[in-house]
Nanobody, 124 residues
Framework: QVQLVESGGGLVQAGGSLRLSCGAS????????MGWFRQAPGKEREFVSG????????VFTDSVKGRFTISRDNVKNTVYLQMNNLKPEDTAVYYC?????????????????WGQGTQVTVSS
């Protein structure tokens, strides 16, 4: 049973940067789509970004395009989310998730395994 563990969250001022990492134990990530989701207080969990197994295709929600980058290192079994020019509205718990398949999808039901989440707080 794969276990996903996120790290890299924290408190940052608006305009700052953070890099989230998602590592896995008990299974490989290399043959699956990986996604990042976030959930702000009082809001539903939303898709942030996804990446296909080879890393050749990435998808972003409109609000983070041009600011966030997703990447993966299949040798290290790790996925990253580089977040630049952070805004207060990016404040949320960020989750990484492993998809059931190889097509990047934005719906949470397409992802079968989830990490515990890491808090990102952006102050204005």
């Amino acid at each position: 049973q794969v276990q996903l563990v996120e790290s890299g969250g924290g408190l940052v001022q608006a305009g700052g940067s953070l890099r989230l990492s998602c590592g896995a134990s008990g299974g490989t990530l290399s043959t699956y789509v990986m996604g990042w989701f976030r959930q702000a207080p009082g809001k539903e969990r939303e898709f942030v970004s996804g990446i296909n197994p080879s890393g050749s295709m990435t998808v972003f929600t409109d609000s983070v395009k041009g600011r966030f980058t997703i990447s993966r290192d299949n040798v290290k079994n790790t996925v990253y989310l580089q977040m630049n020019n952070l805004k207060p509205e990016d404040t949320a718990v960020y989750y990484c998730a492993k998809s059931r398949g190889i097509i990047v999808q934005k719906i949470s039901s397409a992802y079968a395994w989830w990490g515990q989440g890491t808090q990102v707080t952006v102050s204005s």
